[in-house]
């Protein structure tokens, strides 16, 4: 199994970025879909998560600007980021939880910067 982050980039402040995450192989039992970030010299943090059921969640920090989606048929899972801020600023992860296992994607970065 394999997932494969693209999309980010350098955006200005304000500015929108869509990342997707495609998953390569079959995974049984997934629980969740997530989009985890990582800004420097800061810890990992879960920043959105879609549910096997659909359910969506978010912290606080991005709720409002970003939106978790999936396409079942593509295996893809995406994360629209829209009115972005300097401290959008990180590398974005994401990661596939199931009953089993945890699987990560390489990460992607993403540049908020005038």
């Known amino acids: 199994v394999q997932l494969q982050a693209s999309g980010g980039g350098l955006v200005q402040p304000g500015g929108s970025l869509r990342l997707s995450c495609v998953v390569s192989g079959r995974i049984s039992g997934i629980t969740s879909r997530n989009w985890y970030r990582q800004a420097p010299g800061k810890e990992r943090e879960l920043i959105a998560t879609?549910?096997?059921?659909?359910?969506?969640n978010y912290a606080d920090s991005v709720k409002g600007r970003f939106t978790i989606s999936r396409d079942n048929a593509k295996n893809t899972v995406y994360l629209q980021m829209n009115s972005l801020k300097p401290e959008d600023t990180a590398v974005y992860y994401c990661?596939?939880?199931?009953?089993?296992?945890?699987?990560w994607g390489q990460g992607t970065q993403v540049t908020v910067s005038s």
């Open positions: 990661n596939v939880e199931s009953v089993w296992s945890n699987y």
């Open positions: 879609i549910t096997g059921g659909g359910i969506t």
